[in-house]
């Protein structure tokens, strides 16, 4: 008994030392683990259709002309990320006002009957609607990203969210691996499908389920476990403005107050009254000053919204422009590998591509897992995200020169594409998890649906348009000859444009390494000016507060107020 007791402790200590290895520390493993799986999710449901979709072109009858199923394939392979860009945005503003965890389950449920709808596909339009309404209900991840953004903090982040890029390119060498096996089970596998089967008359039905069933598994966990963050619970979303809206309707009352005080102090102490007789020259004073202020007041509150933004923005796009680079990259080799070794490629199969993703994804997980990490804590995030792009605009550039040789030493290419893609998948993952921690650290807890939602949207929109250019640009290079307008154009491109990363990344701030600074609010997320200079210390602050929550009633009852405040300022 003594022996097995040593044992189960022995146990139990190596699980907690895994978990603290593995598992970021700090997070409720019961939401980790449903966001995560959404995640893999995404990249299952994105790239799944990626072996099959020229072969259900044909079989839905869109065209017998093989020379165009590559044009019917484009608007359904295009079709996820252009509604998903569409809805990421307007999905994270929902997420704001009936909170994260209602928005992350009606999308799981969603996808759900969208990945059915599209394996009982019987013709073109109705494949085209499915995928589309599955690139509308996918649009919740940067819901999750927020979800997860809200639980975390310096300890935990990196280390987080490093997990989004694992968990989605594990899910895309899954889906493109099980597209690849089930689909078309009564040809590939007749002894288990019969022809007149279900699968059989739906020939793309049996990946599409398999996919549903682990939606429907995410979906009953996230019910079960998943909870709403303090942060993002309804009626904790509009709390700040309501104080606000509290705290300026007891200025003005006060003022008002004050106000009726000094004109009654002011009638009797005066030796003559003339209430029929008013001063119109100081009324009109009074009411072209409080114009004066209240057009000051809402210029500052569109520049401090400008401000507010530019950087989050500006990382929406920077995410963008790395969605853009990796998913031309990732169109780029299979159909470069794929090509004849006299035109330039490596005259690889199917099924040797297939091995060399398997690779990439061992890469990525270790990467994720163990390597991560240490390199973003010792170097911090922005010198990882310039080192990544410094690493990977050469790899590119001598990608090409593998097919050199091709005709010579078989050997010799296996060993450079294997390294190739264990390097760029180490680099790959590690520049895009930084780029979305960007996103995160650059605004606080009230913002960062809509950042994420902005940032969802972006790159969802660049990873459709990067596959339709770089493709062509691959079979144009393959009809000319000489460096550099050959075979090795696309990958010069696709290194240009990695460097071009590395500079947009110059002048970011180094706030950016850590996440914001305050958890609900702070000086750059309101609207207020702090004018330190002077007497009037409080005066701008006040000011710009009642200049943004007022709203409509008469400009000479907010002049009062503001020169109480001024008074407040010079006796402070």
């Given amino acids: 008994m003594g022996d097995s007791g040593d044992v189960r402790t022995a146990v139990r200590r190596?699980?907690?030392?895994?978990?603290?290895?593995?598992?970021?520390?700090?997070?409720?493993?019961?939401?980790?683990?449903?966001?995560?799986?959404?995640?893999?999710?995404?990249?299952?449901?994105?790239?799944?259709?990626?072996?099959?979709?020229?072969?259900?072109?044909?079989?839905?009858?869109?065209?017998?002309?093989?020379?165009?199923?590559?044009?019917?394939?484009?608007?359904?392979?295009?079709?996820?990320?252009?509604?998903?860009?569409?809805?990421?945005?307007?999905?994270?503003?929902?997420?704001?006002?009936?909170?994260?965890?209602?928005?992350?389950l009606s999308g799981t449920l969603g996808l759900f009957i969208s990945m059915l709808l599209f394996g009982f596909s019987w013709s073109y339009p109705v494949a085209l609607v499915a995928r589309s309404i599955n690139g509308l209900m996918d649009g919740n991840m940067g819901v999750a990203k927020t979800y997860l953004g809200e639980v975390t903090d310096s300890t935990n982040r990196i280390q987080t969210f490093a997990f989004?890029?694992?968990?989605?390119?594990?899910?895309?060498?899954?889906?493109?691996?099980?597209?690849?096996?089930?689909?078309?089970?009564?040809?590939?596998?007749?002894?288990?499908?019969?022809p007149k089967g279900l699968f059989g008359k739906f020939?793309?039905?049996?990946?599409?389920?398999?996919?549903?069933?682990?939606?429907?598994?995410?979906?009953?966990?996230?019910?079960?476990?998943?909870?709403?963050?303090?942060?993002?619970?309804?009626?904790?979303?509009?709390?700040?403005?309501?104080?606000?809206?509290?705290?300026e309707r007891n200025l003005t009352s006060s003022a008002h107050d004050d106000d009726g005080l000094r004109t009654s102090?002011?009638?009797?102490?005066?030796?003559?009254?003339?209430?029929?007789?008013?001063?119109?020259?100081?009324?009109?004073?009074?009411t072209s000053h409080t114009r004066h202020v209240l057009c000051s007041q809402y210029s500052s509150t569109l520049f401090q919204t400008i401000r507010k933004w530019a950087l989050p923005f500006y990382m929406c796009c920077l995410y963008a422009f790395n969605g853009f680079v990796q998913t031309s990259v990732d169109a780029l080799f299979p159909v470069w590998a794929a090509a004849d070794v006299n035109e330039g490629?490596?005259?690889?199969?199917?099924?040797?591509?297939?091995?060399?993703?398997?690779?990439?994804?061992?890469?990525?997980?270790?990467?994720?897992?163990?390597?991560?990490?240490?390199?973003a804590k010792r170097i911090k995030l922005l010198w990882t995200n310039r080192l990544c792009c410094l690493?990977?605009?050469?790899?590119?550039?001598?990608?090409?020169?593998?097919?050199?040789?091709?005709?010579?030493?078989?050997?010799?290419?296996?060993?450079?594409?294997?390294?190739?893609?264990?390097?760029?998948?180490?680099?790959?993952?590690?520049?895009?998890?930084?780029?979305?921690?960007?996103?995160?650290?650059?605004?606080?807890?009230?913002?960062?649906?809509?950042?994420?939602?902005?940032?969802?949207?972006?790159?969802?929109?660049?990873?459709?348009?990067?596959?339709s250019l770089i493709t062509p640009m691959l079979a144009w290079s393959f009809h000319n000859t000489g460096m550099p307008f050959d075979y090795h154009f696309p990958f010069f491109f696709v290194a240009a444009m990695q460097l071009l990363g590395a500079l947009l990344t110059?002048?970011?701030p180094t706030t950016l390494n850590e996440p914001h600074k305050s958890k609900s609010g702070c000086s750059s997320c309101t609207t207020t000016t702090s004018n330190t200079s002077g007497d009037g210390a409080a005066t701008d602050e006040v000011a710009v507060?009642?200049?943004?929550?007022?709203?409509?009633?008469?400009?000479?009852?907010?002049?009062?107020?503001?020169?109480?405040?001024?008074?407040?300022?010079?006796?402070?």
Avoid at 174 to 193: D, E, H, N, Q, Y
Avoid at 236 to 244: A, D, R, V
Avoid at 420 to 438: D, E, K, P, S
Wanted: aromatic share 10%; charged share 10%.
């Fill in 14 to 104: 190596v699980l907690r030392a895994l978990r603290g290895v593995i598992l970021p520390p700090g997070v409720p493993p019961r939401k980790l683990f449903p966001i995560l799986l959404m995640l893999f999710i995404e990249g299952v449901a994105a790239t799944s259709i990626m072996a099959y979709v020229p072969y259900m072109v044909l079989d839905l009858g869109v065209t017998s002309d093989p020379q165009k199923v590559g044009y019917y394939a484009g608007f359904i392979s295009s079709s996820f990320f252009i509604c998903q860009f569409a809805s990421s945005f307007f999905i994270g503003v929902l997420s704001d006002k009936i909170g994260r965890r209602p928005v992350l």
């Fill in 164 to 194: 989004f890029g694992l968990m989605y390119g594990i899910g895309s060498i899954v889906g493109s691996t099980l597209g690849g096996l089930t689909a078309r089970p009564a040809i590939t596998m007749p002894k288990v499908f019969s």
């Fill in 203 to 247: 020939p793309y039905l049996l990946p599409n389920a398999i996919i549903a069933v682990l939606v429907l598994v995410n979906f009953i966990l996230g019910y079960i476990f998943l909870t709403e963050n303090q942060h993002s619970r309804p009626e904790n979303l509009t709390k700040p403005m309501k104080q606000l809206q509290e705290e």
């Fill in 265 to 286: 102090e002011d009638a009797d102490s005066s030796p003559v009254s003339s209430p029929t007789e008013p001063d119109t020259s100081t009324a009109a004073s009074s």
């Fill in 345 to 375: 490629g490596l005259g690889f199969t199917s099924s040797q591509i297939g091995l060399v993703s398997a690779v990439g994804g061992v890469s990525m997980i270790l990467t994720q897992l163990f390597i991560y990490k240490r390199i």
């Fill in 391 to 467: 690493v990977l605009a050469p790899l590119f550039v001598a990608v090409p020169f593998i097919s050199l040789l091709a005709p010579a030493c078989s050997g010799c290419v296996w060993a450079a594409v294997l390294s190739y893609v264990w390097v760029y998948q180490l680099f790959r993952q590690c520049g895009m998890a930084v780029v979305i921690t960007f996103i995160v650290n650059a605004v606080c807890d009230e913002d960062m649906a809509k950042a994420n939602g902005i940032g969802q949207s972006a790159v969802a929109l660049t990873r459709a348009v990067g596959p």
């Fill in 506 to 508: 110059i002048h970011l």
């Fill in 545 to 572: 507060q009642l200049g943004v929550m007022h709203t409509g009633r008469d400009e000479a009852a907010l002049l009062p107020a503001v020169d109480d405040v001024e008074a407040n300022g010079k006796q402070l």
